[in-house]
Every structure is written in structure tokens, then in C-alpha cells.
């Protein structure tokens, strides 16, 4: 069901400093900040050969991110994003295998303007999961 890895999301709690580590450090090609006031977040794309690294920042007071930052102040990798070819067809297969989907279970429209459904870390071994209709 799943495809091609299309991110992984990581909250940083400085983007400027994360973009310059990744830029200077690891010598990647790094976005300028891009902010996504319905998502709660500013966005940096670091776009790799294969894939793209997300670098997350809370954006706003009810940034859905906040939480995870106060958990971890030096940041940590969220969520890793696979593509699938129909989001509702993965939604039924997912929910058919007891898998669960995080909210109100129902598809909404993610960062790249595709429709996203995020599955729960406690079925996917402790690691957040989004697909993305791509
Ligand atoms: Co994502």
C-alpha cells in the first residue's frame, strides 16, 4: 500500500541554527523559512536526492507541536510521511487491520496542499506516521 518516502519531520527549537547545521554541516539544500499559519507551523524543506527532511517550528499559540518541544527542548525527529496512491482506500485498509487514525479519522488537506491522514505512534511501533495521497 504504501509508496515512495515523500519527508521526515523534525521539530527543532531554532529553525534559523537548524537550517545552518544543515546547510554548513551536512552541506544540504535548504528552503528559506516558510510559514503555515492553518498548519501551526514554519517550515524549512531540505531537499535531498530522494526525499525531502521537514525542519518544524510551533508557529502561533495553538501549534500542534508545542507540546512535543516542551517534551523534547533539543527537538527530535515527529513523524516520517509515506505516499499513497488513494487516501481513502489506505484510510479503510488501515482501519480494517485495527490500525489507528489520529482526530476524527477523516482525511484534511497537509503542508503540500494533498490530503493527509496521521496514524497513531501506538500502532506503528512508536513512530507517528503521516500518508499523504501524492
Ligand atoms: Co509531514
Known sequence: MIGVLNHVAIVVPDLKLAAETYRNTLGASVSAPVDLPDHGVTTIFVN??????????????????????????????????YEVKDIFAAKNKLLEAGARITGDGEPKIGAHGKPVLFLHPKSFMGTLIEIEQA
Open 48 to 81: 535531498l536526492p530522494n526525499t525531502k527532511i521537514e525542519l518544524l517550528h510551533p508557529l502561533g499559540i495553538d501549534s500542534p507541536i508545542a507540546k512535543f518541544l516542551e517534551r523534547n527542548p533539543d527537538g527530535g525527529m515527529h513523524h516520517i510521511c
